[in-house]
């Protein structure tokens, strides 16, 4: 059973699409990180948060605690947005867990 | 540039060979991290420091050990390299946000290791 379950896997937009990716955890959080990750690349962290809502750009990160979920906004899609978005948390207990990742694609 | 970085960064080997991966970091955090990434998984915590000479395993801890002799060093060594540990290794380090009081992640670049 993963702590941390984003959905979806997968997923292909055309170019200038709003995109949203979940995600849903399952341990006393103390924050919610949203990383990206470009194809051969490093990680990059996108968002702390640890209640509601973040905005850099056109991307947006919300979290309802009290639901356990999170979202991953992407305004306005475009290609140099392909790359896989992992959501992870910080527990109470200062472990980190991790999501699967989610593969976006946008087509121009 | 978040001043960790993971030598070397590609490395071919061979079954049964000893290999090292160094992460350097020049941020004086105090955690650091080893985890690996495969197809299909999440990151996995294969060990980590709480400081210098303390660690402790993660998940997936067999066939690996690390040391910590400074703060900036961690080095996680395959005593015997075997083909399931071909993966990418991410190096990462953390400390406490000053806002939230969460421990912000910081990843090094990776390591790309393959055991023929």
């Known amino acids: 059973k993963n702590e941390v379950e984003q959905s979806p896997q997968n997923l292909t937009a055309q170019e200038g699409e709003f995109i949203t990716i979940n995600c849903s955890y399952s341990?006393?959080?103390?924050?919610l990180h949203w990383l990206q990750q470009h194809p051969g690349g490093g990680i990059v962290s996108l968002f702390m948060l640890s209640s509601g809502k973040k905005k850099h750009g056109r991307l947006i990160a919300t979290i309802n605690i009290q639901e356990k979920h999170s979202s991953l906004h992407i305004t306005a899609s475009h290609p140099r947005d392909s790359a896989v978005y992992i959501c992870?948390?910080?527990?109470?207990?200062?472990?980190?867990?991790f999501g699967t990742g989610t593969s976006l694609t946008v087509i121009p | 540039d978040a001043g960790i970085t993971q030598s070397p960064r590609h490395k071919v080997t061979e079954t049964g060979t000893p290999v090292t991966l160094r992460c350097h970091q020049t941020e004086n955090h105090r955690y650091m991290y080893w985890y690996r990434q495969d197809p299909g998984h999440g990151l996995r915590l294969i060990h980590y420091?709480?400081?210098?000479?303390?660690?402790d395993k993660g998940e997936v801890s067999d066939g690996y050990s690390v040391s910590r002799s400074k703060t900036e060093d961690f080095l996680l060594t395959l005593e015997s390299a075997t083909s399931s540990q071909t993966s990418v290794y991410f190096c990462a380090i953390s400390e406490s946000s000053s806002l939230s009081g969460a421990n912000v992640l910081t990843f090094g670049a990776g390591s790309r290791l393959t055991v023929l």
């Open positions: 341990v006393g959080i103390s924050a």
């Open positions: 420091s709480y400081g210098v000479k303390d660690t």
């Open positions: 992870a948390v910080t527990s109470t207990g200062n472990q980190f867990y």
